[in-house]
Protein backbone atom coordinates (compact mmCIF):
# COMPACT_ATOMS: atom_id res chain seq x y z
CA UNK A 1 0.00 0.00 0.00
CA UNK A 2 0.99 3.44 -0.70
CA UNK A 3 1.57 5.73 2.64
CA UNK A 4 0.08 9.10 3.21
CA UNK A 5 3.40 10.78 3.09
CA UNK A 6 6.86 9.42 2.26
CA UNK A 7 9.45 8.74 4.92
CA UNK A 8 10.80 11.97 4.77
CA UNK A 9 8.93 14.53 5.86
CA UNK A 10 9.25 18.42 3.70
CA UNK A 11 8.38 21.58 4.24
CA UNK A 12 6.19 22.94 0.95
CA UNK A 13 8.59 25.01 -1.13
CA UNK A 14 6.70 27.24 -3.84
CA UNK A 15 9.49 29.79 -3.66
CA UNK A 16 13.12 28.69 -4.13
CA UNK A 17 15.55 30.54 -2.09
CA UNK A 18 18.66 32.57 -4.09
CA UNK A 19 21.44 30.13 -5.80
CA UNK A 20 24.44 30.95 -6.48
CA UNK A 21 23.67 30.69 -10.55
CA UNK A 22 21.82 32.64 -13.12
CA UNK A 23 18.40 32.75 -12.74
CA UNK A 24 17.20 32.14 -17.07
CA UNK A 25 13.80 31.75 -16.62
CA UNK A 26 10.27 31.09 -14.27
CA UNK A 27 8.10 28.70 -14.99
CA UNK A 28 4.46 28.09 -13.27
CA UNK A 29 6.45 25.30 -11.68
CA UNK A 30 9.90 25.28 -12.24
CA UNK A 31 12.88 27.51 -12.01
CA UNK A 32 15.92 26.89 -14.41
CA UNK A 33 19.27 28.58 -13.78
CA UNK A 34 22.54 28.16 -15.95
CA UNK A 35 25.75 26.75 -14.61
CA UNK A 36 27.58 27.39 -17.41
CA UNK A 37 27.62 27.33 -21.41
CA UNK A 38 26.55 23.32 -21.36
CA UNK A 39 24.34 22.65 -18.53
CA UNK A 40 20.87 23.89 -16.90
CA UNK A 41 20.13 22.96 -13.61
CA UNK A 42 16.28 22.56 -13.51
CA UNK A 43 14.10 22.91 -9.92
CA UNK A 44 10.91 21.99 -9.51
CA UNK A 45 8.75 23.96 -6.56
CA UNK A 46 5.68 22.53 -4.67
CA UNK A 47 3.52 25.46 -6.87
CA UNK A 48 0.67 24.41 -8.50
CA UNK A 49 -1.61 25.71 -11.47
CA UNK A 50 -5.02 24.79 -12.52
CA UNK A 51 -6.94 26.60 -15.40
CA UNK A 52 -3.68 28.58 -16.43
CA UNK A 53 -3.60 29.84 -12.38
CA UNK A 54 -0.89 29.05 -10.11
CA UNK A 55 -2.57 28.65 -6.80
CA UNK A 56 -1.50 30.47 -3.64
CA UNK A 57 -0.56 27.48 -1.69
CA UNK A 58 1.50 24.70 -2.42
CA UNK A 59 1.18 20.98 -3.19
CA UNK A 60 3.84 18.99 -0.83
CA UNK A 61 6.54 16.60 -2.27
CA UNK A 62 5.04 17.87 -5.74
CA UNK A 63 8.73 19.16 -7.04
CA UNK A 64 10.07 16.03 -5.92
CA UNK A 65 7.39 13.59 -6.84
CA UNK A 66 7.93 15.58 -10.63
CA UNK A 67 11.33 15.36 -10.78
CA UNK A 68 12.14 11.77 -9.32
CA UNK A 69 9.27 10.35 -11.81
CA UNK A 70 10.66 12.03 -14.40
CA UNK A 71 14.17 10.85 -13.77
CA UNK A 72 12.95 6.97 -13.27
CA UNK A 73 11.75 7.29 -16.69
CA UNK A 74 14.31 8.52 -18.31
CA UNK A 75 16.49 5.78 -16.73
CA UNK A 76 13.99 3.47 -18.35
CA UNK A 77 14.52 5.43 -22.18
CA UNK A 78 18.33 5.82 -22.47
CA UNK A 79 18.40 3.05 -24.66
CA UNK A 80 15.89 4.32 -26.82
CA UNK A 81 17.24 8.02 -27.49
CA UNK A 82 19.20 10.80 -26.30
CA UNK A 83 17.66 12.81 -23.22
CA UNK A 84 19.23 15.73 -21.63
CA UNK A 85 19.65 14.51 -17.59
CA UNK A 86 22.83 14.43 -15.98
CA UNK A 87 21.80 13.24 -12.45
CA UNK A 88 18.66 14.02 -9.83
CA UNK A 89 20.78 12.64 -7.00
CA UNK A 90 21.44 16.13 -5.27
CA UNK A 91 24.65 15.08 -4.06
CA UNK A 92 26.25 13.89 -7.66
CA UNK A 93 24.60 17.31 -8.60
CA UNK A 94 26.74 19.30 -5.82
CA UNK A 95 29.41 17.48 -6.27
CA UNK A 96 29.65 18.69 -10.19
CA UNK A 97 28.30 22.18 -9.02
CA UNK A 98 29.74 22.39 -5.36
CA UNK A 99 28.87 26.01 -5.08
CA UNK A 100 25.40 24.48 -4.53
CA UNK A 101 26.35 22.64 -1.20
CA UNK A 102 24.87 25.17 1.02
CA UNK A 103 21.45 24.38 -0.75
CA UNK A 104 21.41 20.99 -0.37
CA UNK A 105 18.24 20.72 1.62
CA UNK A 106 15.70 23.40 -0.78
CA UNK A 107 17.77 20.97 -3.66
CA UNK A 108 16.64 17.31 -2.30
CA UNK A 109 14.71 15.51 -4.54
CA UNK A 110 13.57 18.69 -7.24
CA UNK A 111 17.08 19.49 -8.63
CA UNK A 112 17.89 18.10 -12.13
CA UNK A 113 21.04 19.07 -13.77
CA UNK A 114 20.55 18.56 -17.67
CA UNK A 115 22.41 19.49 -20.96
CA UNK A 116 21.61 22.88 -22.20
CA UNK A 117 19.99 22.12 -25.93
CA UNK A 118 18.26 24.65 -28.46
CA UNK A 119 14.14 23.85 -28.01
CA UNK A 120 12.32 22.84 -30.79
CA UNK A 121 9.29 25.67 -30.29
CA UNK A 122 6.75 22.80 -30.58
CA UNK A 123 4.86 20.07 -27.92
CA UNK A 124 4.86 16.93 -28.91
CA UNK A 125 1.40 15.50 -28.09
CA UNK A 126 0.32 11.92 -28.14
CA UNK A 127 -3.22 11.18 -27.50
CA UNK A 128 -4.05 7.49 -26.79
CA UNK A 129 -7.55 8.50 -25.50
CA UNK A 130 -10.45 10.68 -26.41
CA UNK A 131 -10.61 13.20 -23.44
CA UNK A 132 -9.55 16.83 -22.79
CA UNK A 133 -9.50 19.78 -25.17
CA UNK A 134 -9.29 17.04 -27.90
CA UNK A 135 -12.90 15.74 -26.68
CA UNK A 136 -14.11 19.16 -26.57
CA UNK A 137 -12.98 19.64 -29.83
CA UNK A 138 -14.47 16.59 -31.38
CA UNK A 139 -17.94 17.47 -29.81
CA UNK A 140 -18.04 20.63 -31.38
CA UNK A 141 -16.65 20.02 -34.81
CA UNK A 142 -15.38 16.15 -34.99
CA UNK A 143 -11.97 16.98 -35.38
CA UNK A 144 -8.67 17.44 -33.95
CA UNK A 145 -6.65 20.37 -34.81
CA UNK A 146 -8.78 20.64 -37.63
CA UNK A 147 -8.71 17.11 -39.27
CA UNK A 148 -11.62 14.73 -39.23
CA UNK A 149 -11.64 11.87 -36.56
CA UNK A 150 -13.93 8.67 -36.93
CA UNK A 151 -17.71 9.45 -36.00
CA UNK A 152 -19.28 8.17 -33.29
CA UNK A 153 -16.49 7.97 -30.90
CA UNK A 154 -17.11 8.47 -27.16
CA UNK A 155 -15.75 10.40 -24.57
CA UNK A 156 -12.55 8.50 -22.99
CA UNK A 157 -12.38 6.17 -25.84
CA UNK A 158 -9.31 4.46 -27.22
CA UNK A 159 -7.60 5.88 -30.07
CA UNK A 160 -5.89 3.06 -32.53
CA UNK A 161 -3.44 3.88 -33.39
CA UNK A 162 -2.25 6.59 -30.95
CA UNK A 163 -3.07 10.14 -32.02
CA UNK A 164 -0.06 12.71 -32.74
CA UNK A 165 -1.45 16.15 -32.26
CA UNK A 166 1.29 18.99 -31.81
CA UNK A 167 0.92 21.99 -30.11
CA UNK A 168 2.79 25.14 -29.98
CA UNK A 169 4.24 26.61 -27.10
CA UNK A 170 2.59 29.29 -25.29
CA UNK A 171 4.87 31.23 -22.50
CA UNK A 172 1.33 32.13 -20.83
CA UNK A 173 -2.39 30.94 -21.68
CA UNK A 174 -3.05 28.18 -23.82
CA UNK A 175 -1.20 25.93 -25.80
CA UNK A 176 -2.81 25.84 -29.90
CA UNK A 177 -3.19 22.55 -31.25
CA UNK A 178 -2.14 22.13 -34.80
CA UNK A 179 -1.78 20.33 -37.85
CA UNK A 180 1.11 18.35 -38.42
CA UNK A 181 1.71 20.08 -42.19
CA UNK A 182 1.95 23.73 -39.60
CA UNK A 183 4.55 22.07 -37.33
CA UNK A 184 6.67 20.74 -40.70
CA UNK A 185 6.99 24.34 -41.90
CA UNK A 186 8.13 25.13 -38.32
CA UNK A 187 10.55 23.19 -37.90
CA UNK A 188 11.27 21.15 -41.10
CA UNK A 189 9.70 17.93 -42.31
CA UNK A 190 12.28 15.96 -41.36
CA UNK A 191 12.77 17.23 -38.23
CA UNK A 192 8.84 16.93 -37.78
CA UNK A 193 8.95 13.14 -38.95
CA UNK A 194 11.91 12.29 -36.30
CA UNK A 195 9.77 14.45 -33.43
CA UNK A 196 6.92 12.44 -34.63
CA UNK A 197 8.50 8.83 -34.39
CA UNK A 198 10.71 9.72 -31.40
CA UNK A 199 7.22 10.65 -29.30
CA UNK A 200 5.42 7.49 -30.49
CA UNK A 201 8.25 5.56 -29.08
CA UNK A 202 8.15 7.29 -26.00
CA UNK A 203 4.27 6.64 -25.36
CA UNK A 204 4.49 3.40 -26.12
CA UNK A 205 7.25 2.57 -24.37
CA UNK A 206 5.69 4.40 -21.47
CA UNK A 207 2.17 3.37 -21.79
CA UNK A 208 3.22 -0.55 -21.72
CA UNK A 209 5.21 0.17 -18.84
CA UNK A 210 2.39 1.71 -16.69
CA UNK A 211 0.05 -0.69 -18.10
CA UNK A 212 1.96 -3.52 -15.89
CA UNK A 213 0.74 -1.20 -13.03
CA UNK A 214 -2.67 -0.80 -13.07
CA UNK A 215 -2.67 2.47 -14.93
CA UNK A 216 -3.80 4.23 -18.07
CA UNK A 217 -1.38 6.92 -19.73
CA UNK A 218 -4.12 8.43 -21.24
CA UNK A 219 -2.75 11.36 -23.36
CA UNK A 220 0.86 13.00 -22.60
CA UNK A 221 3.01 16.09 -24.08
CA UNK A 222 6.82 16.03 -24.38
CA UNK A 223 9.25 18.43 -25.40
CA UNK A 224 13.11 18.15 -27.13
CA UNK A 225 15.82 20.22 -28.33
CA UNK A 226 19.10 20.18 -30.19
CA UNK A 227 22.13 19.20 -27.96
CA UNK A 228 25.73 20.58 -28.73
CA UNK A 229 26.30 17.16 -31.15
CA UNK A 230 23.56 18.24 -32.94
CA UNK A 231 21.33 15.07 -31.34
CA UNK A 232 17.90 15.56 -31.03
CA UNK A 233 17.08 15.34 -27.23
CA UNK A 234 14.31 14.21 -24.80
CA UNK A 235 13.80 17.30 -22.58
CA UNK A 236 11.90 18.45 -19.44
CA UNK A 237 9.43 16.50 -17.56
CA UNK A 238 8.21 12.98 -19.01
CA UNK A 239 5.33 11.18 -18.24
CA UNK A 240 4.61 13.12 -14.75
CA UNK A 241 1.09 13.43 -13.84
CA UNK A 242 1.21 17.52 -14.67
CA UNK A 243 2.31 16.32 -18.35
CA UNK A 244 0.44 13.44 -18.55
CA UNK A 245 -3.50 11.77 -17.75
CA UNK A 246 -2.61 9.27 -16.19
CA UNK A 247 -6.03 6.76 -15.34
CA UNK A 248 -6.61 3.96 -12.73
CA UNK A 249 -7.44 0.97 -14.99
CA UNK A 250 -9.18 -0.55 -12.85
CA UNK A 251 -12.22 2.17 -13.06
CA UNK A 252 -11.37 2.68 -16.39
CA UNK A 253 -15.31 3.47 -18.53
CA UNK A 254 -15.63 5.05 -22.03
CA UNK A 255 -18.07 7.20 -22.17
CA UNK A 256 -17.70 9.31 -19.38
CA UNK A 257 -14.48 11.37 -17.89
CA UNK A 258 -12.14 9.29 -15.96
CA UNK A 259 -10.56 10.01 -12.23
CA UNK A 260 -7.04 10.96 -12.73
CA UNK A 261 -3.87 10.42 -11.02
CA UNK A 262 -3.17 14.62 -10.76
CA UNK A 263 -4.38 17.57 -9.30
CA UNK A 264 -8.54 16.47 -9.94
CA UNK A 265 -8.91 17.26 -6.71
CA UNK A 266 -8.05 20.98 -6.74
CA UNK A 267 -9.96 20.97 -10.67
CA UNK A 268 -13.27 19.88 -8.53
CA UNK A 269 -13.13 22.12 -5.80
CA UNK A 270 -12.21 25.21 -8.29
CA UNK A 271 -15.40 23.76 -10.31
CA UNK A 272 -17.01 24.19 -7.80
CA UNK A 273 -15.72 27.75 -6.20
CA UNK A 274 -16.49 29.00 -10.28
CA UNK A 275 -20.08 27.63 -10.17
CA UNK A 276 -21.46 28.84 -7.01
CA UNK A 277 -20.01 32.18 -8.08
CA UNK A 278 -16.96 33.07 -5.80
CA UNK A 279 -14.37 32.95 -8.26
CA UNK A 280 -14.45 34.05 -11.54
CA UNK A 281 -11.95 31.75 -13.21
CA UNK A 282 -8.65 34.52 -12.84
CA UNK A 283 -6.29 35.60 -10.45
CA UNK A 284 -5.91 36.03 -7.70
CA UNK A 285 -7.22 32.26 -7.04
CA UNK A 286 -9.45 31.30 -3.90
CA UNK A 287 -7.47 30.54 -0.60
CA UNK A 288 -7.62 26.39 -0.66
CA UNK A 289 -8.62 24.06 2.05
CA UNK A 290 -6.01 22.08 3.74
CA UNK A 291 -8.34 18.82 2.74
CA UNK A 292 -7.82 19.91 -0.90
CA UNK A 293 -3.97 20.33 -0.32
CA UNK A 294 -3.50 17.02 1.03
CA UNK A 295 -5.79 15.41 -1.47
CA UNK A 296 -3.96 16.32 -3.96
CA UNK A 297 -0.09 15.72 -2.76
CA UNK A 298 -1.13 12.29 -1.80
CA UNK A 299 -2.35 11.68 -5.78
CA UNK A 300 1.11 12.81 -6.98
CA UNK A 301 2.46 10.36 -4.15
CA UNK A 302 0.37 7.86 -5.56
CA UNK A 303 1.39 7.98 -8.62
CA UNK A 304 4.96 7.82 -8.23
CA UNK A 305 4.41 5.12 -5.95
CA UNK A 306 2.59 2.89 -8.62
CA UNK A 307 4.49 3.78 -11.25
CA UNK A 308 8.10 3.59 -10.03
CA UNK A 309 7.28 0.74 -7.27
CA UNK A 310 8.82 3.05 -3.93
CA UNK A 311 7.98 5.73 -2.29
CA UNK A 312 9.71 9.08 -2.67
CA UNK A 313 12.71 8.99 -0.19
CA UNK A 314 14.17 12.39 0.02
CA UNK A 315 17.01 11.58 1.69
CA UNK A 316 18.62 9.59 -1.43
CA UNK A 317 16.64 10.41 -4.26
CA UNK A 318 17.17 7.80 -7.11
Known sequence: MTRATPATPATPLAQLEPLPLQHLRRGKVREVY???????????TDRVSAFDVVMT?????????????????????????????????????????????????????RAMLCRRT??????????GYLSGSAWKEYTAAGTLAGESL????????????????PATKA????????????????????IARELERLSRLVYERGRS????????????????GRDREGRI?????????????????????????QPSFDKQPLRDYLDAERKAGRWNGDAPPPPLPESVVQATSTRYLDAFSRITGADLDLREPT
Open 34 to 44: VVDDDRLLLVA
Open 57 to 109: EPIPYKGAVLTQITAWWLRQLENDLHHHMLSSNVDEIIGMVPALRAHRAALAG
Open 118 to 127: DVFPIECVIR
Open 150 to 165: APDLRESDRLDPPLFS
Open 171 to 190: ETGHDENITIARMAETVGPD
Open 209 to 224: IAAERGIIIADTKFEF
Open 233 to 257: TLIDEVLTPDSSRFWPAEHYQPGRS
